[in-house]
């Protein structure tokens, strides 16, 4: 989980935050609290987080700060989420995303479609 | 419907100067940023700042927003946050629709600041898409934000102050950097940080480029060449350098969306980092009450931006008949260090860039 974790730093602190657990494409892995999905499949050493939807080439983060929409994966169950923004959960299911997203994977997961996000109105 | 007097786009050094700045002229703000944090890029600069005393000098930069956050403490009764918000647009009407983490909604505010940033440029070259081909911010977000190395060997491209500082601070977390690769004949960022990294044995290449990547799933190796005055490669100079990332340090490019969608004059101004809202000295936009502080006006130093958005958030105040009575002696002070920060010969291409996107 730590492979690629920074030891020891002259400026930073990293202190050890709680362990979550999560999935890769069915694989269990770990990561810490605090992390977003993209920084935690990193510290395993996954750097392959898509495939281009037609010539199959892989695809990794590139601007990790949500504006590029290079680091796109499947996070349970629903597709073109950025990787980079987005934090760790317990229990997280990562996919490697292959195809331009599916609303309807999300079903087939088993998985109500939420469309009552977005359809409230005044706050 | 939310009201307030002030909304602010963007909680970077902008953004957060300029909700402080409205607020303590007097005006009800809403601050709205799409992380869960606030400080924008400043919470993984780990260097200190330049600059004077105003502008943080010498402080790092992981250590302004809490700075900023104690004096927005002052004022903070009249200013909402939104984190993990997103702006979707800006209507003619003047209404401002949010993702508010999940939730849809929508505001109307009085005056408008536009602070969003901006985004790391890009490079073309064969293979530019594999894995391991990295912006250099977002290798400086792995190591400082989230403690995580992105490589064992790293190829930075770019010899601007963003790819000087970030190689250094790849050292500083234990990674090496082959070399730093720069197309111009001489380095763009400040001597005191390419110093640094010369000292601890990192070549700065200069009048060199990077012909192309290599790798299966992944980087493995880089082709770079010396170029003469043309950019074309120099025959016989070409070499593979053995990498698993490659930093790319191009430079930046405002994130104008908003801007374009609510209708502002825009114009390409390649000294500002591309597409800039047109802009007059109160930092006001073709488009009454929409203001605008920070990246997004044009790409500056992180120094500038904060006051930028001092300035940004005063006269947007202002134009509302909120204020102080030292208001004209502020407005002076901010424009004087902004003349400062862009004195001498770092600040000529910055001084040209203005000139072509402001307006009376």
Not at chain 2, 101 to 110: H, L
Not at chain 2, 198 to 203: E, I
Not at chain 2, 310 to 332: C, I, K, P, V
Request: hydrophobic content about 40%.
């Amino acid at each position: 989980m730590d492979d690629q974790r920074i030891e020891s730093h002259p400026i930073l602190q990293f202190e050890k935050s709680a362990v979550l657990s999560f999935t890769f494409d069915g694989q269990p892995m770990q990561g810490r609290e605090g992390d977003t999905v993209a920084s935690a499949l990193f510290a395993n050493g996954v750097q392959v987080f898509g495939r281009h939807f037609k010539t199959k080439r892989a695809r990794g983060f590139y601007c990790a700060i949500g504006n590029c929409s290079s680091c796109l994966m499947v996070v349970n169950g629903k597709s073109n989420v950025r990787t980079c923004t987005t934090y760790l959960e317990e229990g997280m299911v990562v996919e490697t995303q292959e195809d331009r997203g599916n609303l309807l994977r999300k079903r087939q997961v088993g998985q109500a479609l939420d469309v009552s996000k977005g359809a409230s109105d005044d706050v | 419907m939310y009201e307030t007097d002030v909304v602010v786009i963007g909680g970077g050094p902008a953004g957060l100067m300029a909700s402080n700045a409205a607020a303590e002229a007097g005006a009800s703000v809403l601050l709205i940023e799409r992380f869960a944090h606030l400080g924008g890029q400043l919470i993984k600069q780990t260097h200190k700042f330049f600059g004077s005393e105003k502008q943080y000098a010498s402080v790092r930069g992981i250590d302004i927003p809490s700075r900023i956050a104690e004096e927005r403490a002052l004022v903070e009764d009249r200013v909402t946050i939104w984190t993990r918000s997103t702006v979707l647009g800006l209507f003619e009407d003047g209404v401002i629709t949010v993702d508010r983490d999940g939730k849809y909604c929508k505001i109307r505010p009085s005056r408008i600041i536009v602070a969003t940033g901006a985004s790391e440029k890009f490079l073309t070259f064969p293979n530019n898409d594999l894995p391991g081909i990295y912006g250099a911010g977002a290798v400086q977000t792995m190591m400082n934000v989230y403690g995580v190395c992105p490589g064992r060997r790293v190829l930075m491209v770019g010899a601007g102050n963003i790819g000087l500082i970030v190689s250094y601070q790849l050292l500083q977390a234990g990674v090496e950097v082959v070399a730093v690769v720069e197309g111009l004949p001489n380095i763009g960022g400040y001597a005191v940080h390419a110093s640094k990294i010369r000292r601890a044995g990192v070549p700065i290449l200069t009048s060199h480029t990077l012909l192309r990547a290599d790798g299966v799933d992944g980087v493995e190796s880089a082709v770079i060449a010396q170029i003469d005055n043309r950019w074309q490669p120099i025959p016989g100079s070409s070499k593979s350098v053995s990498c698993d990332v490659i930093c790319i340090s191009v430079g930046l490019s405002p994130l104008t969306e908003l801007l374009w969608q609510a209708g502002c004059d825009m114009r390409y101004v390649p000294q500002l980092g591309g597409y800039v809202p047109l802009r007059n000295e109160r930092l006001e936009t073709t488009v009454p009450e929409i203001y605008i502080a920070g990246d997004v006006a044009g790409i500056e130093e992180a120094s500038a931006a904060m006051v930028e958005g001092r300035l940004a958030g005063l006269e947007a105040a202002a134009s509302l008949g909120l204020g102080f009575t030292t208001l004209d002696d502020e407005r002076a002070d901010l424009c004087q260090q902004l003349d400062e920060l862009r004195a001498g010969p770092s600040g000529e291409k910055i001084r040209s860039g203005l000139v072509k996107a402001g307006i009376a």
